[in-house]
């Protein structure tokens, strides 16, 4: 059955209609781990762009990566869709910048709505030619840094009663490939982590989003052929979906995203 124009544009005001009522006067705290690349970099300019066509929605961003000049040159971006942005300069593998991080955003703005959860790193090769490095450099990210900031936010929201956390995992938190062994192992951990804490979550009224995204081009792969680029996603076809996520109504809960190249996963 088709819906007629009339009836989808009554639906639709209603629905923005509803989201303005539940927002009204909110400024949004967000904060977005590995903001200045690729996917982070998407959601952070989407948020602010979701602030010029919903007017009642304010996002404030605080954009986190190691890299200052990456979030400067992001944040001018978001200032220039019409939301407001800070960055810090933090490596969440390191528990003392986690901690500043959380402590000073809670000085300033006394409050967290939503982090994203999506710095993570990829080292790609054999099994067999994994280092303790590689093991300890990516566990320190995708599994400590994670674990440890949504620990630190999570009473926040707690306390609150209300708040949304997304986790960038992947398509490798449920599917191995063959040069991932460590990627995926760390990914199936976010994952079950995420299912752990959704369990809290719930309770007090937190939402828990799993945004498992497939093949993106972003600068995690470097130099890619340009017959693979064809296929890949480009991070907006990530974020897009996410901040539409974060703006439904709070009694609804987006549990997961799973997002595919239409061709299916690379390397299959
Ligand atoms: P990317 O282009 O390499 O960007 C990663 C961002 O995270 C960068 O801003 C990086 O900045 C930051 N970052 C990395 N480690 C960090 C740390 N310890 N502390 C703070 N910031 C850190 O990667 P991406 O492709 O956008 O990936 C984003 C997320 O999506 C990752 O979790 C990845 O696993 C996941 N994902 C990606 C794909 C894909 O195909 N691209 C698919 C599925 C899932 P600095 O290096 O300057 O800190």
Known sequence: MYLD????SCMSM?????????RKDMKHII????????????????????????????????LVSRTLGDLETVATQCRSC??????????????????QLVSGTLERHGAIDCLI???????????????????????????????FLTQKVFPVMEKKRSGHIFFITSIAAETAFKSSSLYS?????????LEAIRLYAKSCNVRITNVMP?????????EVPDEMKAVM????????????????????SVEELVLRPVSGDLNE
């Open 82 to 99: 019409g939301a407001t942005a800070e960055v810090f300069q933090a490596d969440i593998a390191n528990m003392s910048q986690i901690d």
């Open 117 to 147: 959860n999506n710095a993570g790193v990829g080292r790609f090769k054999p099994f067999t030619e994994v280092t303790e490095e590689d093991y300890e450099y990516t566990m320190a990210t995708n599994l400590k840094g994670t674990f």
């Open 185 to 193: 192992m760390s990914k199936f951990g976010q994952k079950g982590f």
């Open 5 to 8: 124009q009339e009836v989808m």
């Open 31 to 62: 904060i977005i781990t590995g903001a200045g690349k690729g996917i982070g970099k998407a959601v952070a300019i989407d948020f602010a762009k979701a602030s010029k066509r919903e007017p009642d929605f304010e996002p404030h961003l605080i």
């Open 233 to 252: 996603m480009i991070p907006e076809d990530i974020s897009s979906p996410l901040v539409n996520a974060y703006l439904l109504p709070q009694r609804t």
């Open 14 to 22: 209603r629905i923005t209609k509803e989201i303005r009522i539940l």
């Open 214 to 222: 497939g093949a993106v081009h972003t600068p995690m792969w470097g």
